[in-house]
Nanobody
């Protein structure tokens, strides 16, 4: 089974950018859908974006559409989340998850903090 491993979080000012990485450990992401989710303090976890590994098709939450871009690197077995024009409300722990019909495999999360 695959184990997603996130990296790239940090502190950034509003309007800035960050790129998160999700590397596959244990096996590749081949045949999986890989998604990014986030959870802010006191809030439910919410979907951010997803990509199908085979076709590369993408889908975004309305709240990030036009600002965030999800992509993959087949050779590195890694999925990226490029986050631009960050807002304080984007502050959250960001999680990478993978699966076929459901998101069965989750990473530990990486903190993103956007200061105003």
């Amino acid at each position: 089974q695959v184990q997603p491993v996130e990296s790239g979080g940090g502190l950034v000012q509003a309007g800035g950018s960050l790129r998160l990485s999700c590397a596959a450990s244990g096996r590749t992401f081949s045949s999986y859908v890989v998604g990014w989710f986030r959870q802010a303090p006191g809030k439910e976890r919410e979907f951010v974006a997803r990509i199908t590994w085979s076709a590369g098709s993408t889908y975004y939450a309305d709240s990030v559409k036009g600002r965030f871009t999800i992509s993959r690197d087949n050779a590195k077995n890694t999925v990226y989340l490029q986050m631009n024009s960050l807002k304080p409300e984007d502050t959250a722990v960001y999680y990478c998850a993978a699966g076929q019909n459901t998101y069965d495999f989750w990473g530990q999360g990486t903190q993103v903090t956007v200061s105003s």
